[in-house]
């Protein structure tokens, strides 16, 4: 389970605090990996009634434990109350390159709309260093 807190630039979403809730359902299949994620957003407006529901989900192929390449879908469907109609929700497909290395894991990762509602092109960059795991080798 992940929980995010958020301060948000109005460039970026209207509204100024969100959050969201991440539960985070994997297996390991090795070398596959199936991950899902049904979020919930909230921006505290509205109460429960603001949650919004956009899940994501991810299919990994593990070249070798260094080396990764995935799927990923992103949506925002809405309101829980109420799902947007369907030209209105926003669908994302990515391919993504995974590397992890002695210092830092490497998520690299080109996204598609799917929907008018969705951006036409996305890219993505993530660089990641899990303290813990470091730390016992």
Not at 47 to 58: M, N, S
Not at 63 to 86: C, I, K
Not at 107 to 126: H, P, Q, R, W, Y
Request: cysteine-free.
């Amino acid at each position: 389970m992940n929980f995010e807190f958020s301060y948000n630039s109005k460039h970026w979403d209207s509204r100024r605090f969100t959050s969201e809730i991440r539960p985070i359902i994997g297996w390991h299949l090795r070398p596959v990996d199936i991950i899902v994620n049904p979020i919930l957003d909230n921006s505290y407006y509205g109460g429960v009634k603001g949650l919004e529901f956009a899940p994501a989900t991810r299919v990994a192929y593990n070249f070798s434990p260094n080396w990764a390449m995935a799927v990923e879908h992103y949506a925002d469907l809405g309101p829980l109350r109420q799902f947007y109609s369907t030209g209105e929700q926003s669908h994302q497909i990515y391919g993504v390159l995974d590397h992890k290395t002695k210092f830092v894991d490497i998520e690299f990762g080109v996204g598609f709309g799917l929907t008018a509602a969705s951006d036409k092109v996305t890219l993505k960059l993530m660089l990641m260093r899990d303290l813990y795991a470091r730390h016992k080798n």
